[in-house]
């Protein structure tokens, strides 16, 4: 399990390309009326700007004629953040919802990522549903979108770029702003998920979050953080298995270190069929055993 390389996926518009500021410029064309981002507080922006059933319909068809996807600029950083992900190793998708309107879009967005981050191909995916995409991270600007991938897949990231669209919406999703915050995400995201060997019971505390599941193993105070969505209970002190007594000072620091953060835990290991019986476990604690 190697977790420095991550799956990322990412959405296009609303996060890589300015699909709004493209669409008013339309919307001026045929209205005379200029608009500015932030005036765009639903995505259905014909409908949202324009009262005059004639020229709205003018405005899509605007919207579905060849070269409207060709035309948006690239966010602010957007670039920068590509090449990170490309530095870092990390594999990366873009999974975007096609404007089926529009017979050109599908190949001038295949265009424009080639164009402006030098991809390949096979790193764009043209999808209805996201979240039948596996990854460790979603960044979209949709929170619907994401809601229902993190239900697919419960161990995720979901970022979702604040816009005044989506500003009222809520999730376990992450709100960023900034492609600055969406690194630092991702990097504290993958720290939990890095296995951890041999670390002070103080520098292991210091390195996991609120929602990661904690994996102790019966061996010294070797350790593997795998995030979890979904953590509800904490571990006390408990009886360990052989070679880390539960009255060793370390682990019971470690241990209640990990009940300040509200984090589960679990015990994995071998040789758990001669586990002693007569040995107390906390019943209040959700303590899990697992064989290797």
């Given amino acids: 399990m190697n977790k420095e390389k991550l799956i990322i996926l990412l959405d296009v518009d609303g996060i890589c390309a300015n699909y709004i500021n493209s669409a008013l410029e339309r919307v001026e064309e045929v209205t005379g009326i200029k608009y500015y981002h932030d005036d ?44 990170y992900l490309k530095e870092k190793n990390h ?13 050109s879009w599908m190949p001038e967005r295949m265009e424009w990522l080639q164009s402006k981050f030098g991809v390949d191909p096979g790193k764009v995916n043209f999808v209805e549903h996201k979240y039948r995409f596996s990854g460790d991270v979603l960044i979209d600007d949709v929170p619907s979108v994401l809601n229902a991938w993190m239900k697919e897949n ?28 969406v690194r630092k995400e991702i990097e504290k995201y993958k720290g939990n998920l890095l296995f951890l060997y041999g670390h002070s019971s103080s520098h292991f505390a210091d390195s996991i979050s609120e929602h990661s599941l904690i994996f102790m193993t019966h061996v010294g105070l070797s350790a593997c953080p795998e995030f979890c969505v979904d953590s509800q209970n904490s571990g006390h002190d408990v009886p360990s298995a052989s070679g880390c007594p539960s009255g060793h000072p370390s682990f019971t620091r470690c241990l209640q270190a990990l009940a300040q953060l509200g984090v589960s835990c679990g015990i994995f290991g071998s040789g758990f069929g001669a586990y002693p019986e007569e040995q107390e476990i906390n019943t209040d604690i959700n303590i899990n055993f697992f064989m290797d």
């Fill in 40 to 83: 765009v507080v639903a995505m259905n922006i014909p409908k949202l700007l324009i009262e005059c059933e004639q020229k709205r319909a003018k405005c899509v068809e605007l919207l579905n004629s060849p070269g409207f996807a060709a035309s948006f600029t690239p966010y602010d950083g957007s670039a920068d953040f590509i090449n």
């Fill in 91 to 103: 594999d990366f998708f873009f999974v975007t919802t096609p404007m089926y309107s529009n017979r």
């Fill in 154 to 181: 419960p161990r995720g990231l979901g970022i979702l770029w604040n816009r005044k669209y989506n500003e009222k919406d809520s999730g376990n999703f992450i709100r960023v702003s900034s492609w600055d915050e």
